[in-house]
């Protein structure tokens, strides 16, 4: 039979330990800027700057916007895609041709892009991840992602 002491000891380290992992937790979570270098960055580019005639630039009017008027645009084009022309900052147009990438991600994974996708534009948004389960069974068109992509500018 083990000691008061003893037990003592061991209910205090077993604490300490539990202590420990829940302070290292947010080193466990998923990193947006590590999931956009593995999935994002070959196409977008590092930094968001995007890929003339290939990718359009994450860093945009267009994102900025979505920050402030329409929080799910970017979610909803990670997990459906979007092709088409679009139009750049710079007056130009793209046709893109982006996969949906989102499926590969889980709940987690894909709240922490968007969080660093609007990062890059100087926004904090931080979606739960519960809001990109709701959106996972609504599929949208490209058409329909165009149309709130052009809804975002004046």
């Known amino acids: 039979m083990m000691s008061r002491g003893a037990v003592s000891r061991t209910v205090a ?3 300490a330990f539990l202590v420990s992992m829940l302070a290292t937790a ?6 947006g800027a590590a999931l956009f270098s593995a999935n994002c960055a070959a196409c977008h580019q ?23 008027k ?8 990670i997990l459906n895609g979007l092709s088409g022309q679009l139009a750049l900052d710079d007056g130009t147009s793209i046709a893109s041709l982006m996969p ?9 994974e894909l709240a922490a892009l968007v969080g660093y ?4 534009n100087g926004a904090e948004v931080a ?19 165009r149309a ?4 975002l500018l004046p």
């Open 100 to 108: 949906p990438i989102g499926l590969y991600l889980s709940d987690e």
């Open 148 to 151: 709130v992509r052009e809804s």
């Open 26 to 31: 947010p080193a466990h979570a998923a990193d």
């Open 117 to 120: 996708i609007f990062a890059l």
């Open 70 to 77: 329409n929080q799910l645009y970017v979610p909803l084009v």
């Open 46 to 68: 590092p930094g968001g700057v995007g890929s003339a005639g290939l990718a359009p630039p994450l860093v945009s009017r267009h994102i900025a916007a979505a920050a402030a």
């Open 127 to 145: 979606l739960d991840p519960k809001t990109i389960s709701d959106l996972r069974p609504k599929p949208h068109g490209a058409k329909e992602l």
């Open 13 to 15: 380290g077993s604490a």
